[in-house]
Each structure stands twice: as C-alpha cells, then as structure tokens.
C-alpha cells in the first residue's frame, strides 16, 4: 500500500525553510538536491545561476512513517500561489501501483509531467486532480536509484 507525505513549495526559501524545520524538528536531511544537478531538459530555458543553485528536492524524515519533502519552484514554468504551494506525494511500492494511482487520480484533471524514468532513478508523475490538489507519485525502483 502507497504512503503518503506532504511535499512543500517554494519561491527561492526551500533551503531556508528546511533548515528551520530541521532545527526544530529534529532528523537529518540526506541530501539537497538543486536544479543546477539536472540535465538539460527539452523545452526549457537555460538556467540562471540563481535558479541553479535552487533546490529542487529535499526530504526531512519527522517520523518512521512520514518525511517531510519540498523544493523551489522555477518562476518561468510554476508560479507559486497559496494553495498551490503543497502537493500530497505518493510513494508506491512497485510500478505497477504507481500506474494506477497516476491513471486513476489524474483522471478528469491536469498531468503537470507524465509518469516516467527519471535521472534519479525514479518513476514519477505529477498532476492536478480534478478539484484542484496537487499530487505526485513516486516509486524507488531500486535498480536504477542513484546515490548522491
């Protein structure tokens, strides 16, 4: 059965938010990973070295079953809002469950990125469900996870 975690936006404070959260709630942070990190992408923008340096993962453990996750938004592609500023994150455990969250909750709304391999090892989606809530899936595959 899929987990779920709640996953935060930002407009440039990822970092900043996450080091406060840290100092307050306890845990490591295993990795920052920032846009610059990522290959170029088909479509997009160049980036500038401001928005390189922004985060575009992070996870906070707060318990044994739920991480905190965040990441920066990149103005030219997500304008951030309230109420947009937050996703739930589904972590599946296979790519089979992946699918079919993905397939089933899209369904009637908005895919913001296709369910796909990632450069970090993951098959992962996004969209808007029909209401309007931001989700994501996402599956370990753990063939193909990179450590960084």
């Not at 295993?30 to 923008?45: A, C, D, H």
């Not at 209401?131 to 753990?142: E, L, S």
Request: charged share 20%; hydrophobic share 35%.
């Amino acid at each position: 059965m899929a987990t779920a975690n709640i996953y935060l936006t930002f407009d440039g404070e990822c970092e900043a938010a996450f080091t406060f959260y840290q100092s307050v709630l306890g845990g490591e942070i295993p990795m920052w990973n920032r846009f610059g990190e990522m290959p170029p992408q088909e479509g997009m923008p160049p980036l500038s070295e401001e928005h390189k340096n922004r985060i575009m993962h992070v996870t906070l453990p707060i318990s044994t079953e739920t991480v905190l996750m965040g990441s920066d938004s990149m103005p030219e592609i997500h304008k951030i809002t309230k109420g947009n500023n937050f996703s739930i994150s589904l972590n599946a455990q296979s790519r089979a469950e992946a699918e079919k969250l993905f397939n089933g909750l899209s369904e009637g709304g908005n895919v913001t990125m296709p369910l796909q391999d990632t450069f970090w090892g993951a098959y992962f989606g996004m969209w808007e469900d029909k209401f309007g809530i931001q989700w994501m899936v996402n599956y370990d595959d753990p063939d193909k996870i990179q450590q960084h």
